[in-house]
């Protein structure tokens, strides 16, 4: 039992590093990444934070103070109605990051879901989840979404509820290509020898699925659902650009960016279109660093630590 | 064979269907294991004994493999026709199986002491807490110190040699009747060999477990089993207890096998080695499979297959060289 003994001594060391903190500490190492995060958590404190201090929340309208420019009570000058551009800025900012992160969190759900299920249990599951996926790959996205928000429209929901729906279809769209890579990594994770060890042990399916091979693919999940995250940032804004996705009242950065549709607005009153624009612009660069950093930090066959 | 018979293969024949052709990977197998036997399947690569183990299990993907024909019986219960429900009850519960590949065996994204729990939650019903003693009893049992640790720590923080012992305590966890073991020492290095097949045996005699080995290393047999199955491409060619296939092998393939093993303070220049490949499984003919191999083949061997006989006191052979034996007696 000597074996044993220098063994144990040896991974008392071990065991403080364990999979995550290594990953931490790469990701920690790199600066491009960092300053994404950096800057996403600055976004988020003042998305969230910010409006409790300001004077002009609610969407307060001021008739006289309209389409000021920057100023020392108006930081980012006001709007068409009025309202203060930076405290908009900063409400919008809370309903586009709130609709990335739903969607986020619903296709990556929706796409593991199906994914599992489509690899394990292959046959005629497999072929009804990835036909489904291929169909709605073959649909251009934002045509999709745009037919989806017009029936919206027509079916009259709310304004208040329009996030919500904006969320379940970025999800509907988003999540086939994720089944799809979970889909191939559960493929070859199932015939691993430990899947067979499973088996051998009669461990049930649900068993197999959730505690065996879900773990083995959150790296995956974590990577792709922070890439996504940016992409449903976008494609929101574009919805809320068009009318489609947020509408006024309720400010997303999409709709804000609305007022560079007319031309005066346009050429001489910059302030109402390029904060949002900075915001998105900011935001989803500094998702995808973050994101690109996670994956290198994840990412075992990297070779440089 | 005794009447305590926990498992017996009757006829099985496992094929698989490839493009190339049928693969018969285990064609017309019988042995039985009784209550507290050591069991040992022998033979070379390729010659079906982990699919034999497999279809026990019934762990034959489906397809391509295919139990065509045979009976499986495990406490006179059939396999072969067992729910899918019934099956998971008995696996890793009453009839529970060792890997090969420790490393690979045990899935690197969750603690030792995760997988150990988890025939326990499934077949046991315990309760966490109840799970975790259970499983540094386990662990402990294995010989293994400082349980406690372990039970935290990752596979790939373990040698092989101790993740053998913990596919081991994982397989022993719900107090199995038969533990299948597929050449559970062949990954390990010599010296930690020896250790995993004392503690394997150590256990068996503890619990009164039978065992179904696997393996092609002969060193192993002579140390574990009570009686000996002796496969070649698909079928068995002799079957007997330990005493009789080391003393008196009566197969020619058998007798070639323990020629081709080292003795000690014996120097020999070249060990013997058996002339010849194991045929191709997919065409085969209806001769003696051993045939193109054999020091002793006679016309009759190239155009009929030899049927397994009794030459001795439980102890039977599949060769036409005892056929005419009896035959002119």
Known sequence: MEE???????????????????????LVKNKMAMTGLGFLIFIFVFCMIGPFFSPYANGGVDAININQPPSAEHWLGTDALGRDVLTRLMEAGRISLTVGLGAMVMSVFIGTLLGVLAGFYQGIVDQIIMRTADVLMTIPGLPLLFIMAAVMSEWKVPAENRLYIVMVMLSIVGWSGLARLVRSQIL????????????????????KLFVHLLPNIVPLLIVVGTLSVGGAILSESVLSYFGLGVVPPTASWGNMINAANSLIDFQNRPWLWIPPGVAIFL???????LGDGLRDAIDPKMKSR | MSDNTILDVKKLSTHFFTENGVVKAVNDVSFSVSEGQTVCIVGESGCGKSVTAMSIMRLIEDPPGKIVDGEILFQDKDLIHASKKDLRRLRGNDISMIFQEPMSSLNPVLTIGEQITEPLFEHRLL???????????????????????????????LSGGMLQRIMIAIALSCDPL?????????ALDVTIQAQILELLKEIKEERNMSMLLITHDLGVVAEVADYVVVMYAGKVIEQGSVLDIFKDPKHPYTQGLLQSKPVLNQRKKRLYSIPGQVPNLIDLKPSCYFYDRCEHRMSICGGSIPEKMEVDDNHQVACWLYEKEEVRT
């Open chain 1, 188 to 207: 070859s994770l199932r015939e691993r020898e430990y899947m067979h060890a499973t088996e051998s042990l009669g461990l049930r399916d649900r068993r």
């Open chain 2, 127 to 157: 309760t966490k807490k109840q799970a975790k003693q259970e499983a540094i009893k386990l662990i402990e049992l294995v010989g293994i110190g400082r349980s406690n640790e372990i039970f935290h720590s990752y596979p790939h923080q």
């Open chain 2, 178 to 186: 038969l533990l299948i073991a597929d050449e559970p020492t062949t």
């Open chain 1, 283 to 289: 935001t989803v660069i500094s998702i995808n660093l």
């Open chain 1, 4 to 26: 044993t003994t220098v063994q144990t001594e040896h991974m008392a060391k071990y065991r403080k590093s364990n999979l995550w903190k290594q990953v931490f500490r790469r």
